[in-house]
C-alpha cells in the first residue's frame, strides 16, 4: 500500500477514490510550486514561462493518451468539455443521440438542456444488468439505433454502475453508420490502458485528478481535426480572433479564456512520473486482483450480486454492487459518521449502488473494515434490508 505517500486522512478508510481522485504528496507539491511560481511572477507566468509549461504538460498528457497534443486542450472538468462540444453541434428538431441509460447524471443534464432548446430526442437505451457478455451489451445498444440518430454518446467507464463498455466496437460501428462519436472517459485515463488513435473518437474526455492523481481541476477534451472548427470556445476571450494567432485556432479558441490558476494543468508530467517511480501497472494489476476476489464476497454480505464477469474485459479499479435500502444517504452518512469509511452510495434510475474504488493505498484490510460494517449495520438498524 501506499497510504503513507498520499494526503489522505488516515483516520479515513477511503473508498471512493472516484469521485475526486487522491493526489500524492510530490504531485501536490508540484502544484504549489508553479502557483508559488504563478504569485511571484503573475505576469510572465500568465502570458509567457506558464505558456510554455504548458505547451510541455500537454505534450506529456498527448503522449500518455497517445494523441497529437494540437488535438488536445486542458478543462478544468469533463462536464466543461462536453458542454462546450454539445452546446456546438447545432442539434436540430428530431435529431436523435443514442446513449445507455447508464450515463453520468450532469451530462445527462447537459443533453436534456440542449435537446429541449431545439426538439432533439436524447435516447437512453436500456443496458440489462448483470452485463453478460460484450455481443449482448452492442446488440441491446444498437437495437436503440433509428434514422433520426445523428449521435453516439457513450462512457468509457461508467459513473454510476462502474462497467466498462466496449466503445472501441461501438466507434468502429458509428464510423460505418457515418454518425459522431463522443465518448465520456473521465474514468479511463491511469485505470485502464488509453489510446485515443487506436479508438478513433470524433470526441473524448478524460479527466486527470481522477486516476491519473492531478491535482483538483485538471481534465482534457480532445477533438479530431475535422470536427474542430464546428466547435465554439464556451467563453470568448483573447484566443478570438487572436492577435497574435498560433498555429491552430483549436488551441487559441479554447485554450486561453481569461485570468485563471491553471498551475494543475501544469502537474501532468509529475503525476505520469510519480506512476513510473511507483510500478504503477503492477499496482494495478493488484488491485483489480483484489476487487474481483473482494466483489462478490461484499455483495454476498450485502444480500446482493455482481452485475458484470470478474474480468478485466468489464472490470477495474471499480464496482458497483446494487443494495436494498429507502435511505441511502442516511446510510453514506452512518458509514462515514460512525464507521469512518468515505464511500459513495449511488441511487440512479431507481436503482441503488454501494460502489468501491480500490486505489493503489488501500488494501484487504480496509475491505475488511467495510465488511464489518455492513454486518454490524445489519444487525443494529434497518437501513440494510
Known sequence: MLKDKFLLNPNITFLNHGSFGACPKPVFANYQKWQLLLEQEPIQFITKTGVKYLDQSKQALAEFVNCDKEDLIYTTNPSTALNTVIKSLNLKKGDEILTT???????????????????????????????????????????????????????????????IFPVKEIIERAKELGLMTIIDGAHAPAQIPLDIKALDPDVYTGACHKWLLAPKGSSFLYVK?????????????????????????????????????????????????????????????????????????????????????????????????????????????????????????????GDTYLRISFQAYNGAAEIETLINAIRTIKKETVLLQ
Not at 112 to 139: D, M, W
Not at 244 to 266: I, K, M, N, V, W
Not at 319 to 341: F, G, N, R, V, W
Open 225 to 349: 481535426k475535422n470536427w474542430q472548427n464546428a466547435i465554439d470556445p464556451l467563453i470568448i476571450s483573447w484566443g478570438y480572433e487572436a492577435e497574435f494567432p498560433s498555429e491552430s485556432r483549436f488551441q487559441d479558441y479554447h485554450q486561453y479564456q481569461g485570468t485563471r490558476d491553471f498551475s494543475a494543468f501544469l502537474c501532468t508530467p509529475a503525476a505520469i512520473q510519480f506512476l513510473k517511480d511507483n510500478q504503477w501497472e503492477d499496482r494495478k494489476k493488484k488491485c483489480r486482483d483484489l476487487l474481483k476476489h473482494y466483489y462478490p464476497i461484499v455483495a454476498n454480505e450485502l444480500e446482493s450480486h455482481i452485475i458484470c464477469p470478474l474480468t478485466d474485459q468489464f472490470l477495474g479499479q471499480i464496482c458497483s454492487i446494487p443494495i436494498q435500502t429507502e435511505k441511502p444517504l442516511e446510510l453514506k452518512e452512518l458509514l462515514y459518521e460512525k464507521y469512518k469509511i468515505e464511500i459513495p452510495v449511488v441511487s440512479f434510475s
Open 101 to 163: 441509460d447508464q450515463e453520468y447524471g450532469a451530462m445527462d443534464r447537459t443533453w436534456n438542456y440542449y435537446c429541449r432548446k431545439v426538439g432533439a430526442q436524447y435516447i437512453h437505451q436500456k443496458i440489462s444488468l448483470p452485463l453478460t457478455s460484450k455481443e449482448k451489451f452492442l446488440q441491446e445498444f444498437w437495437s436503440g439505433l433509428t434514422p433520426k440518430t445523428k449521435i453516439i454518446f457513450i462512457s468509457q467507464i461508467t459513473s454510476p454502475t462502474a462497467l
